[in-house]
Nanobody, 124 residues
Framework: QVHLVESGGGSVQAGGSLRLSCAAS????????MGWFRQGPEKEREGLAS????????IYAASVKGRFTVSQNNAGNILYLQMSSLTPDDTATYYC?????????????????WGQGTQVTVSS
């Protein structure tokens, strides 16, 4: 499995931006696809963005498309989530996830490795 560590969370005012990072360590075959998820208070875990690390276009949830951008560094061991135009509804714990299968997916059950999460709080 892949070891994942998220960072970059914090508090921001509505309309602001944040960039989350997810450092991934472990064998490359264990992280063919990676994704970002979030879980707000009393809400189910929501898939936000996913990409195939070896190429192709990422996929996004409708709730964040156009506001959030997922990317990776050249080495393929850091995943980013650039978030803009944040609203209080974006307040949640954000998680990155990885899986050895390659097709991008926003379904949490399709990922076996998870980070510990990083908190994002957006105030109005």
């Amino acid at each position: 499995q892949v070891h994942l560590v998220e960072s970059g969370g914090g508090s921001v005012q509505a309309g602001g931006s944040l960039r989350l990072s997810c450092a991934a360590s472990g064998p490359d075959y264990s992280k063919c696809r990676m994704g970002w998820f979030r879980q707000g208070p009393e809400k189910e875990r929501e898939g936000l963005a996913s990409l195939y690390l070896n190429g192709g276009r990422p996929i996004y949830a409708a709730s964040v498309k156009g506001r959030f951008t997922v990317s990776q560094n050249n080495a393929g061991n850091i995943l980013y989530l650039q978030m803009s135009s944040l609203t209080p509804d974006d307040t949640a714990t954000y998680y990155c996830a990885a899986d050895r299968e390659c097709i991008p997916t926003l379904s949490a059950e399709d990922y076996v490795s998870w980070g510990q999460g990083t908190q994002v709080t957006v105030s109005s």
